[in-house]
């Protein structure tokens, strides 16, 4: 954008480099956000500060917080003996939002993956196993996306949690409620049928 000043120019840079906005997103925001700068843009760039100096991981499970621990790890009523394992934070405040779970999680920070050269010490696999060990869990819920390396995750998760005495599910995979088998790919339905149950 030529004929935009340069810090304004910086600005739609770094908003374009934000998931789901492009160049020409990030423009249309950025204006946006200069039009509205009492309302929104101050405000955002307040609370931005605040954030980049307040938020961390936990130091247990990996979910972002304020302190070194994060509310769901300090509530004692979450120790239920249940651990729903994810990929990355945004899976974990998925998973909130249901409101159907109300054990603790772990965040493993990504998946093995042999292209990328990510191993089990990359990710939180050893501080889970730890979990495991001194939390006294007796299942462990594997909530891993059903991609390649997200299922070689889960099977070595699996496979390692092997003979500990903790029971290690996972999420049932398939048809969608509402969902029409026309629009569905073939590993979904595939998936499906390997999970029926008796009605």
């Known amino acids: 954008m030529r004929d935009a ?7 739609i840079e770094i908003m374009a480099r934000l998931p789901g906005l492009g160049p020409r997103s990030a423009r249309r925001a ?11 843009m101050r405000p955002l760039a307040e609370t931005m500060a605040h954030v980049a100096e307040t938020a961390r991981e936990c130091l ?19 120790a239920n003996g249940q651990i729903c ?18 054990g603790r999680y772990h965040v493993l920070g990504g ?28 299942e462990v819920i594997l909530a891993l996306n059903a991609t390649v390396d997200g299922q070689t995750t889960a099977h ?16 049932a ?17 595939s998936a499906a049928l390997k999970a029926r149950k008796a009605l």
């Open 156 to 171: 070595y998760i699996a496979d390692t949690l092997a003979g500990r005495g903790v029971a290690v599910t996972s999420l």
């Open 85 to 102: 394992v994810v990929e990355d934070v945004s899976d974990l405040w998925a998973m909130e939002r249901g409101g159907a779970f109300g």
């Open 30 to 40: 950025v204006l946006h956000l200069i039009k509205k700068r009492g309302q929104l």
């Open 111 to 138: 998946t093995l993956s042999a292209l990328d050269d990510v191993g089990p010490e990359d990710l939180r696999i050893p501080r889970l196993l730890d979990r495991v060990t001194g939390e006294g869990v007796s």
């Open 173 to 189: 995979q398939g048809v969608p409620i509402g969902g029409e088998l026309d629009y569905l790919d073939d590993g979904t339905i």
């Open 5 to 11: 000043p340069k810090d304004i120019e910086a600005l």
């Open 60 to 78: 247990n499970c990996g979910n972002i917080g304020t302190g070194d621990l994060c509310p769901i790890c300090t509530d004692d009523r979450r």
